[in-house]
């Protein structure tokens, strides 16, 4: 298996500019997360998804973050427009089901927002 | 969930036991015990979990103590490969929403 696929995994933008980060988890895990990191706060949970139903999106930090699922197969974190402040590597994970303990990170994607 | 309290880091000599603790002491009894740790650049990667019962798999041991307020991971031969950040975190089964800490950076002596 390949894994959890993220693209693009380096990324650098112009501030107002709109960045999409897609994401394609693990065939047959039905759950799906999209975390952040920087080094003020760590790896935070922004969003995640079962069976492509968004669950919990407290984490997301503002309106100007939306992510979608279409489908079992394929993610979209989308930030418009974006900020400096949002530069940070973004994590996506899967796990089977909402019941399994072990969640399967991508390699990331690192966001520079200039 | 819990909060757990990790040192910040630590260091062992290769091939050494490296012994990692992690304290809990807010768990509560439907709470598991989750170990993460990350490799520089990569993203997190799943250890091992327990409830109350000592676990161990290729990767690692975990020994919980009795009253679930604190456990210990432990990689029995740290080879350089296992220089990383090691995540202590405790949330319900079933519960999705990982709480990532600071962690305990490990680093592997030659």
């Known amino acids: 298996d390949a894994g959890v696929i993220q693209s693009p995994r380096h990324e650098v933008t112009e501030m107002g500019q709109e960045v999409t980060l897609r994401c394609k988890p693990i065939s047959g895990h039905n759950s799906l997360f999209w975390y952040r990191q920087t080094m003020m706060r760590g790896l935070e949970l922004l969003i995640y998804f079962n069976n492509n139903v968004p669950i919990d999106d407290s984490g997301m930090p503002e309106d100007r973050f939306s992510a979608k699922m279409p489908n079992a197969s394929f993610s979209t974190l989308k930030i418009q427009p974006s900020e400096p402040r949002d530069s940070a590597v973004y994590f996506c994970?899967?796990?089977?089901?909402?019941?399994?303990?072990?969640?399967?990170f991508g390699p990331g994607t690192r966001l520079t927002v200039t | 969930d819990a909060k757990t309290t990790q040192p910040p880091s630590m260091d062992c000599a290769e091939g050494r036991a490296a012994n990692l603790p992690c304290n809990h002491s807010t768990i509560s009894g439907n709470e598991y015990v989750y170990w993460y740790r990350q490799i520089h650049s990569q993203g997190p990667q799943y250890i091992i979990h327990?409830?109350?019962n000592n676990e161990t798999n290729e990767m690692a041991s975990l020994i919980i103590t009795e009253d679930r307020k604190s456990s210990t991971l432990i990689l029995p031969h740290a080879t350089l490969r296992d220089t990383a950040v090691y995540y202590c975190?405790?949330?319900?089964?079933?519960?999705?929403?990982?709480?990532f800490g600071t962690g305990t950076r490990l680093t592997i002596i030659p």
């Open positions: 994970a899967s796990s089977p089901d909402r019941s399994s303990y072990e969640q399967y």
């Open positions: 327990g409830l109350k």
């Open positions: 975190i405790v949330c319900g089964f079933g519960n999705e929403k990982l709480t």
